[in-house]
């Protein structure tokens, strides 16, 4: 009877400790976006969706082509008790494999808690990216987890008449993201 | 009397340029902008100062340009022009700005080739190439693209003007000897301070089509350690995932083979690090780049640590191209630093270093912050942005009681990097002022890319000259600024008061007498000291003396070569010889361009 109630007490704690998966979808909240006079970017809270574009017309330099590409977030936020993981769920993701799907997991004070990356080109793909925490969220924190995407800055060919073939002519992606669950 | 003085009246005239040229120059491959004001300001003061000070000390304007006063002479002109509100440049750590007196002093200490009390220069990237190598037939395309970078170094190609031959700017027959390991060993370790340089690598594989391929590497590597006995030089190899590129989620075709390599190279060339490049892709260098945190990265790095493990070999290091795009030569994009928090956080077992710090020529100011900084970008604030993002920046790992931190296993490299922010004490400041905050005080080396950019010197007077505005010490914690001690920076290593016989109640270790403790100042920290931990090399042992009769033996016995005729012209390392202006530039492509 004692090995039956002292089971029955564990469990109930685990119970109590566990923190049930809990899902957010659309809307989210706005995210930083930013990038320079080349790109274009948008990021709808509502329906989840966010593009990027880079027009690659940035003149070069001898070894450099420097600019700020485009990026543009979403973010959503919870309470981080308990938290262990988050899933970000993506669908109708298509992008070229010069940007990078990136997410961003931060706790209100401690700073950066996660973080996930999905790269390589895409069209038309879906999936969900897991991400365990580096470490527990302190208690009381909030956590936030800010996913979009982001691309580099590229240049059109080297001044003629030498004419390097130079960086892609653009860079673009388009995705919209599902859900946001902790675990 | 010069072994070739015959030869003499075909060369150009030794040019009479400043040692410190800051004027826009372009590699042929871009219309040179139009130069500043500062930057005119800057050789104008350079200009009269040098006349003055070679009137004063009775020489010619020929030698004057040579001697250490006109360093220190383009230092002063660089303060009075650029120092200002975040940086100076000085010779002393009160940030006062160097006087007129100081510029004229031809024995300033801070222009010297002699090291400075506690200095040891460790140059972590050198480069030099193999002019006979298969690779000028397996792979013209570097030709073109080092001959048009490089033109600091060798000049412009050989024909004759006004009646008159010339040859290459650095006096080889063949322009690319002049990237070659006799230039390599004069510009580092005759025309400048370095104590010991990292020949490091260059794309690609096969190892026989390289342009520093490893048994020119090593080669090179014995033959200067053999010259000065001592340990003046090592290397690294080059090394990539992708070759026989065959699409996403699929093995390379000569991965495995390249892989054996690897294992078979570490084991007999002593290898001190592995140099990669996420942005060489193949079949062309400019598609099927890779990152860290994709199949190839991860299957590329988890080789590394393998080799590692087998019995005799040297800890795992990674050293990999993050910045500098390349534009249209590399896959630009992959050069992204984003990868590179991610990867330090999964193999904590193993060194990485990120060369140029992901710089790509940006404006050099503060970190703008997590939500504006773009970690696919390349920059130094996406370099940051990655290490943050992954929680492995310096910020998170500050030992109780003190205020800075270093990561755990990620150097910020500085070739090209350095170069570029030199010229201006403002973004000097910013550079070295974030790398210290978020990479950490030990955790910043020096590299030149020298022999790119001819000889280092310059690179290392200027840094020796730095100081923090009041400012820049506020804003970046750093009271003592470059001269504060790298393990607790808040102390001032030049002074003696900070190392008391009660020690420091946070740092282990920490000298008791009282004295002042040059070698442990952040400035040194950079300037080798830091590598030097990292590669497990003693900078204080006992080098041997490097003796010019030996490398002019050296040199002769180079000339004798009959594959690769050259000739030597000495004293070349003032010229810029790329197109200066506009009309400089569409001369050169329209007459000079030989390809």
């Keep these: 009877m004692r090995r039956v109630l002292t089971a029955l007490a564990a469990l109930g704690a685990m119970m109590v400790m566990a923190v049930p998966a809990q899902a957010g979808g659309p809307p989210f909240q706005a995210g930083p976006k930013h990038g320079d006079e080349f790109t274009s970017t948008s990021a709808d809270p509502n329906t989840g969706e966010v593009s990027i574009f880079s027009l690659n017309a940035r003149q070069p330099s001898a070894v450099h082509c420097a600019g700020d590409g485009p990026f543009a977030t979403l973010q959503s936020t919870q309470p981080a008790d308990g938290v262990h993981s988050v899933a970000v769920a993506y669908k109708d993701g298509s992008w070229i494999d010069t940007v990078v799907l990136n997410i961003d997991i931060f706790g209100s004070q401690s700073g950066a808690l996660g973080h996930g990356a999905v790269t390589g080109g895409h069209m038309g793909s879906s999936g969900t990216v897991n991400m365990t925490l580096f470490s527990p969220p302190q208690p009381g924190e909030t956590l936030t987890t800010r996913f979009g995407l982001q691309a580099h800055a590229g240049c059109v060919p080297g001044a003629q008449p030498v004419g390097l073939n130079g960086s892609r002519p653009v860079d673009a992606g388009r995705v919209t993201f599902v859900s946001v669950t902790t675990g | 009397m010069p072994t070739n003085w015959r030869w003499r009246r075909h060369w150009p005239e030794i040019p009479e340029t400043p040692p410190i040229d800051v004027m826009p120059a372009s590699n042929g491959e871009y219309i040179p902008k139009e130069p500043s004001q500062n930057q005119l300001r800057i050789m104008e003061l350079q200009n009269s100062k040098i006349e003055e000070l070679r009137r004063k000390f009775g020489m010619s304007r020929r030698d004057f340009v040579r001697t250490a006063a006109a360093f220190s002479v383009g230092v002063w002109a660089i303060d009075q022009v650029t120092g200002g509100r975040w940086g100076r440049y000085g010779f002393t750590p009160t940030a006062a700005p160097i006087g007129p007196g100081d510029a004229c002093d031809l024995e300033n200490p801070g222009s010297q080739l002699a090291n400075l009390p506690g200095e040891f220069i460790l140059d972590t990237q050198g480069h030099c190439l193999d002019s006979a190598g298969k690779w000028r037939i397996a792979q013209p395309d570097f030709e073109y693209f080092l001959s048009i970078w490089t033109t600091p170094a060798w000049g412009g190609p050989p024909g004759i003007t006004d009646g008159k031959p010339h040859w290459m700017g650095g006096g080889e027959v063949d322009k690319m000897e002049n990237l070659g390991r006799t230039m390599f060993f004069r510009e580092s370790f005759l025309n400048s301070s370095a104590d010991v340089v990292l020949l490091t690598a260059l794309p690609n594989l096969p190892d026989d089509t390289n342009i520093t391929p490893m048994k020119f590497a090593t080669e090179t590597r014995d033959m200067i350690n053999g010259i000065t006995h001592s340990e003046r030089c090592f290397i690294h190899a080059f090394t990539q995932p992708n070759r026989g590129y065959m699409g996403e989620g699929v093995v390379p075709a000569h991965q495995a083979e390249d892989y054996e390599w690897m294992t078979k190279t570490n084991q007999s060339a002593d290898v001190r690090g592995w140099k990669l490049y996420c942005g060489w892709g193949d079949p062309f260098p400019n598609i099927n780049g890779w990152f860290f945190d994709d199949d190839l990265g991860m299957s590329v790095v988890n080789h590394i640590r393998k080799i590692a493990q087998m019995p005799g070999a040297r800890p795992p290091v990674v050293c990999t191209h993050k910045g500098l795009a390349f534009n249209g030569t590399f896959d630009s994009a992959h050069f992204s630093p984003r990868d590179m928090g991610v990867i330090a956080r999964q193999f904590p077992d193993i060194t990485f270093y990120t060369y140029h710090s992901g710089y790509d020529g940006e404006y050099m100011k503060a970190y703008p912050g997590d939500d504006v900084a773009n970690s696919s970008n390349r920059g130094v604030d996406a370099f940051i942005k990655s290490l943050r993002e992954n929680a492995w920046d310096a910020t998170r790992f500050v030992p109780p009681g003190l205020q ?121 920290g950079i300037f080798g000291r830091n590598a030097a931990e990292a590669y497990g090399i003693d900078p204080d042992a006992t080098r041997g003396a490097i003796s010019c009769d030996q490398v002019q033996k050296m040199r002769d016995a180079y000339l004798l070569n009959p594959m690769t005729p050259t000739e030597s012209m000495p004293l070349r390392s003032n010229l810029i010889a790329g197109p200066r202006t506009r009309r400089e530039f569409f001369n050169f492509v329209k007459t000079d361009y030989p390809w």
């Design chain 2, 404 to 524: 800075h931190g270093n990561t755990v296993n990620m150097y910020a490299e500085l070739g090209t990097t350095w170069w570029g922010n030199m010229g201006d004490a403002n973004q000097a400041t910013h550079l070295l002022g974030k790398l210290i905050t978020y990479v950490g005080p030990r955790r910043i080396v020096l590299g030149t890319d020298c022999i790119w950019y001819g000889s280092p010197q310059p690179q290392f007077v200027m840094l020796r000259a730095l100081q923090f505005s009041e400012e820049a010490k506020q804003f970046y914690n750093l009271p003592y600024g470059l001269e504060g001690d790298r393990w607790d920076p808040t102390k001032n290593a030049m002074s003696g008061a900070s190392y008391p016989s009660t020690g420091h109640p946070n740092v282990p270790g920490w000298p008791r007498d009282g004295r002042a403790h040059p070698e442990r100042t952040i400035r040194n």
